[in-house]
Protein backbone atom coordinates (compact mmCIF):
# COMPACT_ATOMS: atom_id res chain seq x y z
CA UNK A 1 0.00 0.00 0.00
CA UNK A 2 2.78 2.27 -0.10
CA UNK A 3 2.84 2.96 -3.68
CA UNK A 4 -0.67 3.71 -3.39
CA UNK A 5 -0.06 6.21 -1.23
CA UNK A 6 2.94 7.30 -3.55
CA UNK A 7 0.97 7.06 -6.05
CA UNK A 8 3.51 5.88 -8.03
CA UNK A 9 0.91 4.08 -10.69
CA UNK A 10 3.52 6.40 -13.83
CA UNK A 11 5.87 3.51 -13.73
CA UNK A 12 3.02 0.63 -14.81
CA UNK A 13 4.29 0.66 -18.41
CA UNK A 14 6.98 2.52 -18.65
CA UNK A 15 9.52 3.89 -16.76
CA UNK A 16 10.10 7.46 -17.75
CA UNK A 17 13.06 9.56 -16.67
CA UNK A 18 13.89 13.34 -16.74
CA UNK A 19 17.48 12.30 -17.49
CA UNK A 20 17.69 12.53 -21.34
CA UNK A 21 20.33 9.93 -22.84
CA UNK A 22 21.70 10.08 -26.53
CA UNK A 23 20.78 6.21 -26.73
CA UNK A 24 16.76 5.14 -26.95
CA UNK A 25 17.38 1.92 -25.09
CA UNK A 26 18.56 3.48 -21.96
CA UNK A 27 15.29 6.31 -22.09
CA UNK A 28 12.70 3.47 -21.08
CA UNK A 29 12.67 0.12 -19.17
CA UNK A 30 10.62 -2.44 -20.45
CA UNK A 31 7.45 -3.91 -18.33
CA UNK A 32 8.09 -7.26 -19.76
CA UNK A 33 11.36 -7.05 -17.55
CA UNK A 34 8.87 -7.68 -14.31
CA UNK A 35 7.98 -10.56 -12.81
CA UNK A 36 4.63 -12.22 -13.03
CA UNK A 37 3.86 -11.52 -9.20
CA UNK A 38 4.83 -8.21 -8.93
CA UNK A 39 2.97 -7.25 -12.20
CA UNK A 40 0.25 -8.59 -10.46
CA UNK A 41 0.85 -6.57 -7.23
CA UNK A 42 0.93 -3.09 -9.40
CA UNK A 43 -2.42 -4.07 -10.84
CA UNK A 44 -3.79 -4.19 -7.57
CA UNK A 45 -2.43 -1.71 -5.85
CA UNK A 46 -3.63 0.86 -9.34
CA UNK A 47 -7.19 -0.74 -8.57
CA UNK A 48 -7.34 -0.77 -4.98
CA UNK A 49 -6.28 3.02 -4.64
CA UNK A 50 -7.62 4.26 -8.27
CA UNK A 51 -10.44 6.43 -6.45
CA UNK A 52 -7.99 8.73 -4.76
CA UNK A 53 -5.37 8.47 -6.93
CA UNK A 54 -6.54 10.48 -9.70
CA UNK A 55 -5.93 14.02 -8.70
CA UNK A 56 -2.17 12.80 -7.27
CA UNK A 57 -1.56 11.38 -10.37
CA UNK A 58 -2.15 14.04 -11.96
CA UNK A 59 -0.13 16.21 -9.75
CA UNK A 60 2.52 14.19 -10.22
CA UNK A 61 2.06 14.10 -14.06
CA UNK A 62 2.76 17.95 -14.09
CA UNK A 63 5.23 17.30 -11.91
CA UNK A 64 6.80 15.23 -14.96
CA UNK A 65 5.33 17.03 -18.03
CA UNK A 66 7.23 19.76 -19.85
CA UNK A 67 5.74 23.30 -18.93
CA UNK A 68 4.97 23.82 -22.90
CA UNK A 69 2.71 20.36 -22.48
CA UNK A 70 0.95 22.08 -18.99
CA UNK A 71 0.16 25.27 -20.38
CA UNK A 72 -1.78 23.43 -23.52
CA UNK A 73 -3.65 20.99 -20.92
CA UNK A 74 -4.57 24.77 -19.33
CA UNK A 75 -5.49 25.98 -22.49
CA UNK A 76 -7.42 22.59 -23.45
CA UNK A 77 -9.17 22.67 -19.67
CA UNK A 78 -10.01 26.06 -20.36
CA UNK A 79 -11.56 25.78 -23.99
CA UNK A 80 -13.66 23.17 -22.37
CA UNK A 81 -14.98 25.25 -19.96
CA UNK A 82 -16.01 27.71 -22.33
CA UNK A 83 -17.52 25.06 -24.38
CA UNK A 84 -19.49 24.45 -21.27
CA UNK A 85 -20.58 27.41 -20.76
CA UNK A 86 -21.94 27.43 -24.62
CA UNK A 87 -23.96 24.70 -24.13
CA UNK A 88 -26.31 26.27 -21.77
CA UNK A 89 -28.87 26.67 -22.92
CA UNK A 90 -30.32 30.40 -23.88
CA UNK A 91 -33.33 31.81 -22.39
CA UNK A 92 -36.76 31.05 -24.59
CA UNK A 93 -37.45 34.89 -26.43
CA UNK A 94 -40.91 34.42 -26.58
CA UNK A 95 -41.26 33.79 -22.67
CA UNK A 96 -39.16 36.48 -22.17
CA UNK A 97 -42.28 38.50 -24.30
CA UNK A 98 -44.53 36.85 -22.52
CA UNK A 99 -43.36 38.24 -19.60
CA UNK A 100 -42.96 41.21 -20.34
CA UNK A 101 -46.65 41.81 -21.62
CA UNK A 102 -47.29 40.81 -18.44
CA UNK A 103 -45.67 42.73 -16.63
CA UNK A 104 -47.08 46.17 -19.08
CA UNK A 105 -50.84 44.49 -18.20
CA UNK A 106 -50.22 44.65 -14.56
CA UNK A 107 -48.93 48.40 -14.63
CA UNK A 108 -51.69 49.45 -16.97
CA UNK A 109 -53.92 47.72 -14.76
CA UNK A 110 -52.94 49.35 -11.42
CA UNK A 111 -52.70 52.48 -13.30
CA UNK A 112 -56.56 51.85 -14.73
CA UNK A 113 -57.51 51.16 -10.59
CA UNK A 114 -55.18 54.15 -10.07
CA UNK A 115 -57.19 56.66 -11.98
CA UNK A 116 -60.85 55.16 -11.32
CA UNK A 117 -59.67 55.80 -7.63
CA UNK A 118 -59.31 59.21 -8.40
CA UNK A 119 -62.26 59.84 -10.74
CA UNK A 120 -64.63 58.21 -7.81
CA UNK A 121 -63.02 60.07 -5.20
CA UNK A 122 -63.84 63.47 -7.98
CA UNK A 123 -67.44 62.14 -8.07
CA UNK A 124 -67.75 62.28 -4.18
CA UNK A 125 -66.64 65.41 -3.87
CA UNK A 126 -69.26 66.32 -6.72
CA UNK A 127 -72.29 64.92 -4.69
CA UNK A 128 -70.78 66.83 -1.69
CA UNK A 129 -70.94 70.30 -3.19
CA UNK A 130 -74.59 69.26 -3.81
CA UNK A 131 -75.55 69.14 -0.82
CA UNK A 132 -74.27 72.79 -0.32
CA UNK A 133 -77.23 74.46 0.56
CA UNK A 134 -75.59 77.33 2.01
CA UNK A 135 -73.54 77.87 -1.19
CA UNK A 136 -75.74 78.54 -4.18
CA UNK A 137 -72.70 79.46 -6.70
CA UNK A 138 -71.33 76.05 -5.40
CA UNK A 139 -74.30 73.89 -5.85
CA UNK A 140 -74.80 75.32 -9.37
CA UNK A 141 -71.70 74.90 -10.38
CA UNK A 142 -71.44 71.24 -9.16
CA UNK A 143 -75.12 70.22 -11.54
CA UNK A 144 -73.91 71.91 -14.24
CA UNK A 145 -70.70 69.60 -13.96
CA UNK A 146 -73.17 66.03 -13.62
CA UNK A 147 -74.40 67.39 -15.92
CA UNK A 148 -71.64 67.79 -18.61
CA UNK A 149 -70.41 63.93 -16.95
CA UNK A 150 -74.03 62.21 -17.43
CA UNK A 151 -73.73 63.25 -20.93
CA UNK A 152 -72.53 60.14 -22.43
CA UNK A 153 -70.78 58.01 -20.22
CA UNK A 154 -73.63 55.45 -18.96
CA UNK A 155 -71.22 53.84 -16.07
CA UNK A 156 -70.98 57.79 -14.67
CA UNK A 157 -74.87 57.69 -14.35
CA UNK A 158 -75.59 54.90 -12.40
CA UNK A 159 -72.68 55.63 -10.16
CA UNK A 160 -73.49 59.30 -9.36
CA UNK A 161 -76.93 58.10 -8.90
CA UNK A 162 -75.31 55.27 -6.24
CA UNK A 163 -74.08 57.83 -4.58
CA UNK A 164 -76.83 59.90 -4.14
CA UNK A 165 -77.35 62.56 -6.88
CA UNK A 166 -80.79 62.39 -7.38
CA UNK A 167 -82.22 63.63 -4.09
CA UNK A 168 -80.25 67.26 -4.07
CA UNK A 169 -80.91 67.90 -7.66
CA UNK A 170 -84.35 67.27 -7.60
CA UNK A 171 -84.22 69.42 -4.11
CA UNK A 172 -82.53 72.68 -6.92
CA UNK A 173 -85.81 72.53 -8.00
CA UNK A 174 -87.24 74.75 -5.02
CA UNK A 175 -84.71 76.91 -6.06
CA UNK A 176 -85.42 80.71 -6.74
CA UNK A 177 -82.62 81.12 -9.05
CA UNK A 178 -82.90 80.42 -12.82
CA UNK A 179 -79.75 79.12 -13.82
CA UNK A 180 -80.17 76.55 -10.79
CA UNK A 181 -82.85 75.33 -11.66
CA UNK A 182 -81.80 75.28 -15.43
CA UNK A 183 -78.94 73.22 -14.89
CA UNK A 184 -80.84 70.82 -12.47
CA UNK A 185 -83.30 70.04 -15.00
CA UNK A 186 -80.63 68.87 -17.39
CA UNK A 187 -78.54 67.13 -15.46
CA UNK A 188 -81.48 65.00 -13.67
CA UNK A 189 -82.71 64.35 -17.99
CA UNK A 190 -78.65 63.09 -18.78
CA UNK A 191 -78.85 60.81 -15.39
CA UNK A 192 -82.13 59.47 -16.90
CA UNK A 193 -81.09 58.52 -20.47
CA UNK A 194 -81.14 54.92 -20.52
CA UNK A 195 -80.91 53.92 -17.57
CA UNK A 196 -84.31 52.87 -16.00
CA UNK A 197 -83.38 52.89 -12.36
CA UNK A 198 -82.20 56.31 -13.02
CA UNK A 199 -85.92 57.30 -13.99
CA UNK A 200 -87.87 55.01 -11.55
CA UNK A 201 -85.87 57.30 -8.90
CA UNK A 202 -86.23 60.50 -9.91
CA UNK A 203 -90.15 60.61 -10.26
CA UNK A 204 -89.98 58.13 -6.74
CA UNK A 205 -88.64 61.27 -4.94
CA UNK A 206 -91.24 63.70 -6.32
CA UNK A 207 -89.82 65.42 -9.06
CA UNK A 208 -93.01 65.58 -11.14
CA UNK A 209 -94.88 67.55 -9.06
CA UNK A 210 -91.90 70.30 -8.23
CA UNK A 211 -91.74 70.48 -11.93
CA UNK A 212 -95.34 71.47 -12.33
CA UNK A 213 -95.10 73.34 -9.44
CA UNK A 214 -92.21 75.06 -11.10
CA UNK A 215 -94.74 75.87 -13.69
CA UNK A 216 -97.54 76.85 -11.57
CA UNK A 217 -95.67 79.44 -9.55
CA UNK A 218 -94.72 81.63 -12.10
CA UNK A 219 -96.95 83.98 -14.40
CA UNK A 220 -94.42 83.94 -17.03
CA UNK A 221 -92.82 80.67 -17.10
CA UNK A 222 -88.90 80.64 -18.92
CA UNK A 223 -89.27 79.10 -22.38
CA UNK A 224 -86.00 77.72 -21.17
CA UNK A 225 -87.12 76.04 -18.54
CA UNK A 226 -90.65 74.72 -19.74
CA UNK A 227 -88.36 73.50 -22.42
CA UNK A 228 -86.34 71.44 -19.89
CA UNK A 229 -89.70 70.47 -18.20
CA UNK A 230 -90.80 69.09 -21.36
CA UNK A 231 -87.62 66.77 -22.40
CA UNK A 232 -87.68 65.46 -18.62
CA UNK A 233 -91.69 64.12 -18.67
CA UNK A 234 -90.47 62.60 -22.35
CA UNK A 235 -87.96 61.05 -21.32
CA UNK A 236 -89.10 59.79 -18.11
CA UNK A 237 -92.30 58.86 -19.81
CA UNK A 238 -90.87 56.18 -21.62
CA UNK A 239 -90.65 53.80 -18.38
CA UNK A 240 -93.87 51.73 -18.12
CA UNK A 241 -94.15 52.43 -14.50
CA UNK A 242 -93.98 56.10 -14.79
CA UNK A 243 -96.58 56.49 -17.50
CA UNK A 244 -99.67 56.09 -14.94
CA UNK A 245 -98.25 58.80 -12.17
CA UNK A 246 -97.01 61.52 -14.78
CA UNK A 247 -100.74 60.65 -16.78
CA UNK A 248 -102.46 61.30 -13.64
CA UNK A 249 -100.92 64.51 -13.14
CA UNK A 250 -101.48 67.92 -14.28
CA UNK A 251 -98.41 66.93 -16.93
CA UNK A 252 -100.74 66.17 -19.43
CA UNK A 253 -102.54 69.50 -20.50
CA UNK A 254 -99.61 71.39 -19.96
CA UNK A 255 -98.08 68.80 -23.00
CA UNK A 256 -101.11 69.99 -24.70
CA UNK A 257 -100.52 73.47 -24.27
CA UNK A 258 -96.98 73.10 -25.09
CA UNK A 259 -97.91 71.56 -28.33
CA UNK A 260 -100.69 73.57 -29.50
CA UNK A 261 -98.03 76.59 -28.34
CA UNK A 262 -100.62 79.38 -30.19
CA UNK A 263 -98.71 81.93 -28.79
CA UNK A 264 -95.24 80.98 -30.64
CA UNK A 265 -93.39 80.88 -27.44
CA UNK A 266 -92.42 77.32 -27.83
CA UNK A 267 -89.86 76.40 -30.07
CA UNK A 268 -90.06 73.37 -32.48
CA UNK A 269 -88.35 71.24 -30.61
CA UNK A 270 -90.27 71.40 -27.75
CA UNK A 271 -93.77 70.49 -29.56
CA UNK A 272 -91.96 67.79 -30.91
CA UNK A 273 -90.53 66.78 -27.49
CA UNK A 274 -94.39 67.57 -25.93
CA UNK A 275 -95.91 65.05 -29.08
CA UNK A 276 -93.47 62.20 -28.24
CA UNK A 277 -94.30 62.36 -24.50
CA UNK A 278 -98.17 62.13 -25.68
CA UNK A 279 -97.45 59.24 -27.59
CA UNK A 280 -95.83 57.78 -24.66
CA UNK A 281 -98.14 58.69 -22.39
CA UNK A 282 -101.34 57.05 -24.78
CA UNK A 283 -99.39 53.72 -24.91
CA UNK A 284 -101.02 53.39 -21.00
CA UNK A 285 -104.82 52.55 -21.40
CA UNK A 286 -105.99 54.27 -18.22
CA UNK A 287 -104.05 57.81 -20.15
CA UNK A 288 -106.71 58.04 -22.51
CA UNK A 289 -109.32 59.12 -20.31
CA UNK A 290 -107.16 62.07 -19.37
CA UNK A 291 -106.36 63.19 -22.68
CA UNK A 292 -109.88 63.17 -24.06
CA UNK A 293 -110.22 65.34 -21.23
CA UNK A 294 -108.05 68.19 -23.11
CA UNK A 295 -108.62 69.15 -26.68
CA UNK A 296 -106.09 67.35 -27.84
CA UNK A 297 -108.11 64.96 -30.43
CA UNK A 298 -109.55 67.66 -32.63
CA UNK A 299 -105.83 69.44 -32.61
CA UNK A 300 -104.29 65.75 -34.48
CA UNK A 301 -107.03 65.27 -36.57
CA UNK A 302 -106.84 69.02 -38.70
CA UNK A 303 -102.62 68.82 -38.06
CA UNK A 304 -102.69 66.24 -40.32
CA UNK A 305 -101.19 67.44 -43.35
CA UNK A 306 -97.89 68.52 -41.80
CA UNK A 307 -95.82 65.82 -42.55
CA UNK A 308 -93.43 66.51 -39.78
CA UNK A 309 -96.19 65.07 -36.91
CA UNK A 310 -98.85 63.45 -39.23
CA UNK A 311 -97.26 59.90 -38.35
CA UNK A 312 -96.83 60.93 -34.78
CA UNK A 313 -100.76 62.35 -34.75
CA UNK A 314 -101.98 59.16 -36.37
CA UNK A 315 -99.66 56.58 -33.98
CA UNK A 316 -101.53 58.86 -30.63
CA UNK A 317 -104.80 57.77 -32.75
CA UNK A 318 -103.77 54.67 -32.86
CA UNK A 319 -103.70 54.59 -29.39
CA UNK A 320 -107.06 56.06 -28.93
CA UNK A 321 -108.94 54.32 -31.32
CA UNK A 322 -108.87 51.08 -28.93
CA UNK A 323 -111.52 52.54 -26.09
CA UNK A 324 -115.10 53.27 -26.87
CA UNK A 325 -114.51 56.56 -25.64
CA UNK A 326 -111.74 58.09 -28.02
CA UNK A 327 -113.54 56.47 -31.08
CA UNK A 328 -116.71 58.72 -30.29
CA UNK A 329 -113.75 61.60 -29.75
CA UNK A 330 -112.61 61.31 -32.98
CA UNK A 331 -116.07 61.12 -34.77
CA UNK A 332 -116.98 63.75 -33.00
CA UNK A 333 -114.57 66.04 -34.90
CA UNK A 334 -115.89 68.00 -38.02
CA UNK A 335 -114.55 66.29 -41.30
CA UNK A 336 -112.55 63.46 -39.41
CA UNK A 337 -113.01 61.16 -41.63
CA UNK A 338 -112.59 63.03 -45.09
CA UNK A 339 -109.20 64.22 -43.27
CA UNK A 340 -108.85 60.48 -42.49
CA UNK A 341 -109.58 59.26 -45.77
CA UNK A 342 -107.58 61.43 -47.74
CA UNK A 343 -104.53 60.10 -45.85
CA UNK A 344 -105.23 56.65 -47.78
CA UNK A 345 -104.11 58.37 -51.01
CA UNK A 346 -100.97 59.31 -49.99
CA UNK A 347 -98.77 57.09 -51.97
CA UNK A 348 -95.44 58.71 -51.46
CA UNK A 349 -96.32 58.12 -47.56
CA UNK A 350 -96.93 54.06 -46.68
CA UNK A 351 -96.04 54.53 -43.72
CA UNK A 352 -99.26 56.82 -43.51
CA UNK A 353 -101.20 54.69 -45.12
CA UNK A 354 -100.39 51.63 -42.86
CA UNK A 355 -101.67 53.98 -39.93
CA UNK A 356 -104.81 55.34 -41.22
CA UNK A 357 -105.92 52.14 -42.55
CA UNK A 358 -105.45 50.56 -39.13
CA UNK A 359 -107.78 53.31 -37.77
CA UNK A 360 -110.42 53.50 -40.24
CA UNK A 361 -110.45 49.67 -39.85
CA UNK A 362 -111.01 49.76 -36.06
CA UNK A 363 -113.75 52.53 -36.20
CA UNK A 364 -115.40 50.59 -38.96
CA UNK A 365 -115.92 47.17 -37.22
CA UNK A 366 -116.99 49.04 -33.89
CA UNK A 367 -119.70 51.78 -35.66
CA UNK A 368 -122.21 51.29 -37.93
CA UNK A 369 -122.61 55.68 -38.24
CA UNK A 370 -118.76 55.77 -38.94
CA UNK A 371 -119.21 53.26 -41.53
CA UNK A 372 -121.62 55.29 -43.31
CA UNK A 373 -119.49 58.83 -42.74
CA UNK A 374 -116.38 57.04 -44.73
CA UNK A 375 -118.36 55.94 -47.77
CA UNK A 376 -119.65 59.60 -47.70
CA UNK A 377 -116.04 60.78 -47.70
CA UNK A 378 -115.26 58.64 -50.78
CA UNK A 379 -113.10 55.75 -49.08
CA UNK A 380 -114.56 52.67 -51.42
CA UNK A 381 -112.48 54.12 -54.34
CA UNK A 382 -108.95 54.60 -52.21
CA UNK A 383 -109.44 51.31 -50.78
CA UNK A 384 -109.26 49.45 -54.18
CA UNK A 385 -106.32 51.54 -55.08
CA UNK A 386 -104.70 50.38 -52.06
CA UNK A 387 -105.70 47.38 -51.82
CA UNK A 388 -104.00 47.11 -55.45
CA UNK A 389 -100.84 48.72 -55.19
CA UNK A 390 -100.34 49.35 -51.61
CA UNK A 391 -98.29 48.07 -49.54
CA UNK A 392 -98.74 44.44 -48.10
CA UNK A 393 -99.70 45.29 -44.70
CA UNK A 394 -101.63 48.00 -46.16
CA UNK A 395 -103.07 45.95 -48.98
CA UNK A 396 -104.94 43.70 -46.13
CA UNK A 397 -106.08 46.88 -44.29
CA UNK A 398 -108.11 47.88 -47.11
CA UNK A 399 -109.45 44.93 -47.81
CA UNK A 400 -110.36 43.62 -44.40
CA UNK A 401 -112.18 47.29 -44.55
CA UNK A 402 -113.96 46.49 -47.97
CA UNK A 403 -115.49 43.64 -47.26
CA UNK A 404 -116.57 45.48 -43.49
CA UNK A 405 -118.54 48.01 -46.08
CA UNK A 406 -119.90 45.56 -48.34
CA UNK A 407 -121.23 43.46 -46.07
CA UNK A 408 -122.56 46.07 -43.25
CA UNK A 409 -124.56 47.86 -46.54
CA UNK A 410 -125.91 44.35 -47.79
CA UNK A 411 -127.45 44.39 -44.53
CA UNK A 412 -128.49 47.89 -44.11
CA UNK A 413 -130.56 47.50 -48.00
CA UNK A 414 -131.92 44.09 -47.06
CA UNK A 415 -133.46 46.00 -43.45
CA UNK A 416 -134.74 48.56 -44.96
CA UNK A 417 -136.77 46.31 -47.89
CA UNK A 418 -137.64 43.81 -45.08
CA UNK A 419 -139.75 46.02 -43.27
CA UNK A 420 -141.76 46.36 -46.88
CA UNK A 421 -142.15 42.27 -47.78
CA UNK A 422 -142.80 41.17 -44.23
CA UNK A 423 -139.39 39.07 -44.56
CA UNK A 424 -135.20 40.10 -44.27
CA UNK A 425 -133.77 39.18 -47.66
CA UNK A 426 -130.46 39.86 -49.26
CA UNK A 427 -129.88 42.62 -51.29
CA UNK A 428 -127.20 43.99 -53.68
CA UNK A 429 -125.03 47.37 -53.06
CA UNK A 430 -127.54 49.05 -55.46
CA UNK A 431 -131.00 47.70 -54.62
CA UNK A 432 -132.52 44.90 -56.66
CA UNK A 433 -134.50 45.54 -59.97
CA UNK A 434 -137.89 44.11 -58.94
CA UNK A 435 -137.85 46.06 -55.77
CA UNK A 436 -137.86 49.13 -58.13
CA UNK A 437 -140.03 48.27 -60.30
CA UNK A 438 -143.21 46.58 -58.43
CA UNK A 439 -144.47 50.25 -56.71
CA UNK A 440 -144.56 52.51 -59.60
CA UNK A 441 -144.63 50.30 -63.00
CA UNK A 442 -142.53 50.14 -65.86
CA UNK A 443 -141.38 53.85 -66.38
CA UNK A 444 -140.05 53.88 -62.68
CA UNK A 445 -138.35 50.35 -63.17
CA UNK A 446 -136.64 51.50 -66.03
CA UNK A 447 -135.29 54.37 -64.88
CA UNK A 448 -133.69 52.57 -61.54
CA UNK A 449 -132.28 49.79 -63.93
CA UNK A 450 -130.63 52.98 -66.06
CA UNK A 451 -128.95 54.49 -62.76
CA UNK A 452 -128.06 50.87 -61.67
CA UNK A 453 -126.13 50.16 -64.92
CA UNK A 454 -124.89 53.65 -64.66
CA UNK A 455 -123.55 52.96 -61.58
CA UNK A 456 -121.77 49.66 -62.08
CA UNK A 457 -120.39 50.90 -65.51
CA UNK A 458 -118.91 53.46 -63.59
CA UNK A 459 -117.52 51.35 -61.03
CA UNK A 460 -116.30 48.85 -63.78
CA UNK A 461 -113.98 51.74 -64.94
CA UNK A 462 -112.99 52.52 -62.01
CA UNK A 463 -111.70 49.17 -61.11
CA UNK A 464 -110.37 48.03 -64.84
CA UNK A 465 -108.35 51.37 -64.75
CA UNK A 466 -106.65 50.40 -61.31
CA UNK A 467 -106.26 46.84 -62.74
CA UNK A 468 -104.42 48.36 -65.26
CA UNK A 469 -102.31 50.64 -63.05
CA UNK A 470 -101.50 47.41 -60.38
CA UNK A 471 -100.27 45.46 -63.42
CA UNK A 472 -97.88 47.80 -64.64
CA UNK A 473 -96.53 49.09 -61.10
CA UNK A 474 -95.79 44.88 -60.81
CA UNK A 475 -94.02 44.86 -64.51
CA UNK A 476 -91.79 47.49 -63.49
CA UNK A 477 -91.06 46.08 -60.44
CA UNK A 478 -89.85 43.03 -62.29
CA UNK A 479 -88.22 45.02 -65.10
CA UNK A 480 -86.33 46.46 -62.05
CA UNK A 481 -85.29 43.11 -60.96
CA UNK A 482 -84.31 41.98 -63.90
CA UNK A 483 -81.87 45.33 -64.34
CA UNK A 484 -83.61 46.13 -67.75
CA UNK A 485 -83.98 49.68 -68.88
CA UNK A 486 -87.54 51.35 -67.64
CA UNK A 487 -88.39 52.79 -70.54
CA UNK A 488 -89.55 49.10 -72.26
CA UNK A 489 -92.68 49.15 -69.84
CA UNK A 490 -95.22 49.67 -70.34
CA UNK A 491 -94.99 48.58 -74.03
CA UNK A 492 -98.04 48.84 -76.58
CA UNK A 493 -97.82 44.70 -76.09
CA UNK A 494 -98.17 45.24 -72.55
CA UNK A 495 -101.06 47.34 -72.90
CA UNK A 496 -103.03 45.96 -75.09
CA UNK A 497 -102.67 42.75 -72.28
CA UNK A 498 -103.21 44.80 -69.67
CA UNK A 499 -106.52 46.56 -71.49
CA UNK A 500 -108.34 42.89 -71.44
CA UNK A 501 -107.66 41.60 -68.02
CA UNK A 502 -109.72 41.53 -65.84
CA UNK A 503 -109.83 41.40 -61.59
CA UNK A 504 -111.03 37.94 -61.35
CA UNK A 505 -106.85 37.24 -61.68
CA UNK A 506 -106.31 39.60 -58.73
CA UNK A 507 -106.69 37.95 -55.09
CA UNK A 508 -108.58 40.32 -52.61
Known sequence: MENCHRNN?????????????????????????LSAASFRRLIFDAVSCGGSSRYNNRRHSFEDEDPDDFSSTARSDSSFSDDKRQLKPKPNAKSEKLSDLLNMAESETEAEAKKKEEALEKLKQLVKDLHHEEDSAKRREAATTVRMLAKENLEVRGTLSMLG???PLVAMLDSEDLDSQIASLYALLNLGIGNDANK??????????KMLKLIESSDGTDSAV???IVANFLGLSALDSNKPIIGSSAAMPFLVRTLKSLDKKSSTQAKQDALRALYNLSIFPANISFILETDLV?????????????ERNLLILSNLVSTRAGRKAISAVPDAFPILVD??????????????SYVLMVMSHKSYGDKQAMIEAGIVSSLLELSLIGTTLSQKRASRLLESLRIDKGKQVSGNYGGNLGATVSAPICGSSSSCAKPDGDGVGKECLEEEE???SEEKKAVKQLVQLSLQNNMRKIVKRANLPQDIVPSDHFKSLTSSS???SLPF
Not at 200 to 209: D, L, Q, W
Not at 299 to 307: P, R
Not at 343 to 356: F, R
Open 343 to 356: VLNWNDSPECQEKV
Open 502 to 504: TSK
Open 298 to 310: PFLINSIGDMEVT
Open 165 to 167: AIP
Open 9 to 33: VGNLVLGHHTTKSPTFSTNFRLWNS
Open 454 to 456: DMM
Open 226 to 228: SEA
Open 200 to 209: AAIVKVGSVH
